[in-house]
DNA sequence: ATTTGACTTAGAGTGCACTCGAAGTCTTAT
DNA sequence: ATAAGACTTCGAGTGCACTCTAAGTCAAAT
């Protein structure tokens, strides 16, 4: 349910994003939000727009295999100010390194795994 | 075909995969291998090219996520004998399609990520 | 008024894939 | 002869990322 004020509950960030309610305050717990999610009155959490985009993005690190522990890295940098921004430049970059090689490794196994499936459909078809 | 008979120990197979000798011995004892792998006179592994080049395609099934359990359901198709190649096929169309999917998700996170990137060369250069 | 269901917390449990330790045997090098 | 190093087995330990439980509060629906 969303209010008038544009905040999102946690079982609509989880709609929006595929993460459980539990990965999402595990993720608050661990330290991968910018800043405390903002509370109602009965002490629920009310994500904003911004909150949305961020848990997007971070999803987007994690499926790229970023750890935990690295996220926080870069959300520790982010919380320090606007001085840490060539640093979180820096992190992302060196991601983008490791994104690319995996989609390279991936994509060399999948060459071997359509070789293979070559093998069987030609023993099948003949 | 030739028989040249070469084997290789535990160490080789270890170079050759990047594979550590303690993984080697687990993917043996959790049925990754077609068979158990021939012993020397002292029962010292003793890899022979096959054996190898199982092993190396059995990281490519790793590197793009397929559980140990997946493996081993191949596994254990292609030790029932020929007549389950029909099921080996599919088992791996289907892994197929999961690898797909992976490297596309994986593409269009990496486009978030230069999103990112962008803006914070923007940021910096201006 | 009662039930249903969403939410809260702290902390424990789970599953996966290794990864290592302990205790021992055997081979090779010095 | 001794030491170093590779190997063996069984079983326990590790690290990661969730995932769930228990016990409770609260608010809307019937």
Same mark, same amino acid.
């Given at each position: 349910?969303?209010?008038?004020?544009?905040?999102?509950?946690?079982?609509?960030?989880?709609?929006? /994003?595929?993460?459980?309610?539990?990965?999402?305050?595990?993720?608050?717990?661990?330290?991968?939000?910018?800043?405390?999610? #903002?509370?109602?009155?009965?002490?629920?959490?009310?994500?904003?727009?911004? #909150? $949305?985009?961020?848990?997007?993005?971070? /999803?987007?690190?994690?499926?790229?295999?970023?750890?935990?522990?690295?996220?926080?890295?870069? $959300?520790?940098?982010?919380?320090?100010?606007? #001085? /840490?921004?060539?640093?979180?430049?820096?992190?992302?970059?060196?991601?983008?390194?490791? $994104?690319?090689?995996?989609?390279?490794?991936?994509?060399?196994?999948?060459?071997?795994?359509?070789?293979?499936?070559?093998?069987?459909?030609?023993?099948?078809? $003949?």
């Amino acid at each position: 349910m969303t209010t008038s004020a544009q905040s999102f509950a946690i079982s609509d960030v989880a709609a929006l /994003t595929g993460l459980s309610t539990h990965t999402l305050r595990y993720y608050e717990r661990a330290g991968l939000m910018l800043h405390p999610i #903002d509370r109602s009155s009965t002490s629920q959490r009310q994500y904003s727009e911004a #909150d $949305v985009a961020w848990v997007t993005f971070l /999803t987007k690190l994690r499926s790229t295999a970023m750890p935990i522990a690295r996220v926080r890295d870069y $959300v520790e940098l982010a919380r320090r100010g606007e #001085d /840490t921004s060539a640093a979180r430049l820096e992190l992302l970059l060196i991601h983008r390194m490791n $994104v690319v090689a995996q989609v390279e490794e991936m994509t060399r196994s999948l060459a071997a795994i359509d070789f293979k499936i070559a093998t069987y459909q030609e023993r099948i078809t $003949v």
